[in-house]
């Protein structure tokens, strides 16, 4: 059974770096896949922030794409995100998951992001 | 603003049939498969339809999908208070560069 868990500060400060990591269990990222990355304002609606192959080639969001960098890690099991010039806007709970070509599945329970100096 | 169209809220009886509507366009849903999410609240969205009509391991049959043109259809049957949720439409969008949406979600209240 694939799990996924997202793990970084729970707090950043305006126009500093998010980074956030996501650790793959019960499956190897090099055999396959796609992992992608999503978040979550509160009470807002899904956003896609970026998809990487386990080749590491990557798809990103492009309203965010000059901020986004996502990378994998396949010795670890893991793929990152890393966000920068962080302000308000970006606070949400932010999601990892295996993307399945056209869809994504299994989901990680989230991790909240707070946007505070 | 999403790119694919929801509406906001629906709502129905217990043991009574819903249908969440995602509307897109030729770039996305009209040339591309669909899938639905359901987001029980304070927890993490969860697949519950893929590629247009299939349903994952663990779902029931009361939860369907079709997809007509460039629009997708959520239906569930007999109505439960736990399906109490946000349901969200997504599929990829071609019309600049591969990108990925989500529609904006609708939150389905059973009376």
């Known amino acids: 059974q694939v799990q996924l868990q997202e793990s970084g500060p729970g707090l950043v400060k305006p126009s500093e770096t998010l980074s956030l990591t996501c650790a793959v269990s019960?499956?190897?990222?090099?055999?396959?896949?796609?992992w992608g990355w999503m978040r979550q304002p509160p009470g807002k609606g899904l956003e896609w922030i970026g998809t990487?192959?386990?080749?590491?080639?990557?798809y990103y969001n492009p309203s965010l794409r000059s901020r986004v960098t996502i990378s994998v890690d396949t010795s670890k099991n893991r793929f990152s995100l890393k966000l920068n010039s962080l302000t308000a806007a970006d606070a949400a709970v932010y999601y990892c998951?295996?993307?399945?070509?056209?869809?994504?599945?299994?989901w990680g329970q989230g991790t909240l992001v707070t946007v505070s100096s | 603003q999403s790119v694919l169209t929801q509406p906001p809220s629906v709502s129905a009886a217990p043991g009574q049939k819903v249908t969440i509507s995602c509307s897109g366009s030729?770039?996305?849903?009209?040339?591309?498969?669909v899938s639905w999410y359901q987001q029980l609240p304070g927890t993490a969205p969860k697949l519950l339809i893929y590629?247009?009509?299939k349903r994952p391991s663990g779902i029931p049959d009361r939860f369907s999908g079709s997809k007509s043109g460039t629009s997708a259809t959520l239906g569930i049957t007999g109505l439960q208070t736990g399906d109490e949720a946000d349901y969200y439409c997504?599929?990829?969008?071609?019309?600049?560069?591969?990108?990925?949406?989500f529609g904006g979600g609708t939150k389905l209240t059973v009376l």
């Open positions: 998951a295996r993307q399945l070509s056209n869809y994504f599945d299994p």
């Open positions: 590629d247009n009509n």
């Open positions: 030729s770039s996305n849903i009209g040339n591309n498969y």
């Open positions: 990487i192959y386990h080749s590491g080639s990557t």
């Open positions: 997504g599929t990829w969008d071609n019309s600049l560069s591969a990108l990925w949406v």
């Open positions: 019960g499956y190897s990222i090099s055999s396959g896949y796609y």
